[in-house]
């Protein structure tokens, strides 16, 4: 809380693409999530693509 938007939404989107070690999925949704709240202007875009990545892979591993 409090925190500098761009800064959550740098660190959101590193962890998030495996930039950072270790990978922290978790983390980087609760970094652009709050990011997001907090009016970045393209947190939420990132949010999407995070979900339709995870959607994909959860249909790819039920279907193998």
């Known amino acids: 809380k409090g925190g500098h938007v761009s800064a959550l ?6 962890h998030g693409a495996g930039l950072a070690s270790p ?6 949704i609760d970094c652009l999530y709050k ?4 009016g970045h202007p ?5 949010l999407v693509k995070f ?3 995870v959607n994909k892979a959860n249909e790819a591993s039920y279907l193998n």
């Not at 393209?42 to 990132?46: D, G």
């Open 23 to 28: 990978m922290d999925v978790a983390f980087a």
């Open 51 to 53: 979900r339709d990545a």
């Open 42 to 46: 393209k947190a939420n875009e990132l």
């Open 35 to 38: 990011a997001a709240e907090a």
């Open 9 to 14: 939404f740098n660190l959101g989107a590193l």
